[in-house]
């Protein structure tokens, strides 16, 4: 479902964010991306979903090629950012509508999927609120809604349960695992939290400046009764990453 081959970004001024990355995903698996902050996560996760363009290396994403057909990829696959993406000042309704037919969808079917995908999220009775209005919990199912309007063959989540509370999280990770189960979707995650990749995932994939630097199924990174915390600190070091990548210059 993924397969990249030296995939690399340098920005200009010759940061190097993404140096060389090799990734294969198989259909129907849920894989972790985990790294420290500026370590390359985001920019990896942007290059995949098409928002940046590699400036070296191959990719081929859901079956296509990711530089050659990048409407293809964008069409077959859903995608979460860190911030979400309802803007603040529409009801949600108005933007599934869009949404949906920015994918060529008709307005029947903008309806019947956009019903099918709320009821499934447990969103029913909230499509002409304000995002404002919204908890935390219900704006980051309205974010899932908004990516899989179009029913994707794979997900794309950008640290996907950052400041929910437990309740919500716990929510949120039933739901990636029945996305899974029921639709065979493979799913692609950023973390920070190693319980939650511990947790959800097939396999993890570490990254950090711009390489990956290990990666396996959880169960075999804690070795020697370490927990997968203490696998990714003995990796990538116990020294402070400033947030955003500033301390770097780089992004997550």
Partial sequence: MIKT???????????????????????????????PNGAGKTTTMRLLTTLLRPTAGTATVA??????????VRRRIGYVAQ????PPVSP??????????????????VAARAEEVLARLELTGLETTFPAALSGGQRRRFDLAFALLHDPALLFLDEP????????????WDLIRSLRAGQGMTVFLSTHYLDEADALCDRVLIIDDGRIVAEGAPAELKTGGRTLDDVFLDITGRSLREQGGVLTGKEN
């Fill in 5 to 35: 081959k030296g995939l690399s970004k340098t920005f200009k001024g010759g940061n190097e964010a993404v140096r060389g990355v090799d990734i294969s995903v198989e259909p129907g698996e849920i894989v972790g991306f985990l790294g």
């Fill in 63 to 72: 079956g296509h090629d990711l530089i050659g057909a990048p409407k293809q």
């Fill in 92 to 109: 949600v309704k108005g933007e599934l509508e869009l949404q949906g037919m920015l994918y060529g969808l008709s307005r029947r079917e």
């Fill in 161 to 172: 349960t950052t400041g929910l509370d437990p309740q919500s999280r716990a929510n949120l």
């Fill in 83 to 86: 911030s979400g993406a309802m």
